[in-house]
């Protein structure tokens, strides 16, 4: 619309010009004049008259077609490189098994032996200079180190020991403990762990020796030396006898242990002939207890 009405004022604007331009004009000029304004104003009207041009509108789909979906989009998979592999170790060691389950309750003092199992899973062979030695914590009396007895070849499995002796006060104890190679490297910790009780005082043990129990004497009667080995689970004072089999029986003795501990009491006994004959501690306090026999035998010269 806005097209039309610019071409309309030029139109007339144009008229407007011509007519000034004319010198003043008879009938006939006056006549050409009103031609002209006439023509002016059907060219306008007939510019009006054209319809407004139309926005353009978006496509629209035909109706009755079905809508296409698009394709997915391939991606092309990414290509993993294969995962580099890593050397392995000279001296590395894998646990395979141990004795002495953890928190396993010991008396005041015992000893006991603790063993683990190890696999080299390393490269480098394990010689008698490598040793197992303890690291940190409480060591329970253990050694600094123990050297290893031979050869453990990759793949090849040792088992190592130790003696050890649960502490005194009753809690919780744990050592570590490492293998260590000829170079001082030091690989493979594991650890023991106990708890300590604190026992009732007892006799646990005897065990009896003699010099020799076949005894050549003469045919009256002759002294022979009995040993009793007493253990104890805890400090304190035993009370005992002896008895044997010719009737006879020793005075009430004493013997005093500082710990959990082992000491050893004699016994003189006078013997016949006769046969069979024994002899046998009677541990009076605090077991009120007896333990056992030793037999020998006599023969007469």
């Known amino acids: 619309m806005v097209k039309k009405t610019g071409i309309a004022v030029v139109l007339i604007s144009a008229l407007m010009l011509s007519a000034c331009n004319f010198p003043l004009f008879n009938s006939s000029d006056e006549q050409e004049t009103n031609m002209l304004s006439t023509a002016v104003a059907e060219t306008v009207q007939a510019l009006n008259a054209q319809p407004e041009p139309q926005e353009p509108q978006p496509d629209t789909p035909l109706a009755g077609l079905p809508t296409l979906t698009p394709l997915p989009t391939y991606t092309q998979p990414a290509v993993q490189s294969p995962p580099t592999q890593t050397p392995l170790p000279c001296n590395k060691a894998q646990f395979v098994s141990e004795t002495i389950p953890d928190d396993t309750e010991f008396g005041s003092g015992e000893a006991f032996t603790k063993s683990w199992t190890f696999k080299n899973t390393g490269t480098c062979t394990w010689n008698t200079d490598y040793k197992f030695v303890f690291a940190t914590g409480d060591a329970m009396s253990g050694p600094a180190s123990v050297n290893l007895v031979g050869t453990v070849e990759p793949n090849a499995q040792v088992t190592i020991s130790v003696d050890l002796t649960a502490p005194t006060d009753p809690g919780t104890y744990t050592g570590y403990w490492k293998l260590q190679a000829d170079d001082d490297e030091q690989f493979g910790q594991v650890y023991v762990r106990i708890k300590t009780q604190t026992m009732f005082f007892q006799v646990t043990s005897v065990t009896y020796s003699m010099a020799d129990t076949t005894i050549n004497m003469d045919c009256t009667s002759d002294v022979v030396v009995i040993s009793g080995e007493i253990t104890t689970s805890a400090a304190g004072t035993v009370t005992y006898y002896w008895t044997d089999s010719e009737g006879g029986q020793?005075?009430?003795q004493?013997?005093?242990?500082?710990?959990?501990?082992?000491?050893?009491?004699?016994?003189?006994?006078?013997?016949?002939?006769?046969?069979?004959?024994?002899?046998?501690?009677?541990i009076d306090q605090p077991n009120h207890q007896l333990f056992g026999k030793k037999e020998f035998t006599v023969t007469c010269n």
């Open 254 to 282: 004493s013997v005093t242990f500082d710990s959990a501990e082992a000491k050893i009491v004699d016994y003189t006994m006078t013997v016949t002939i006769s046969d069979p004959k024994w002899a046998r501690l009677y």
């Open 250 to 252: 020793s005075a009430t």
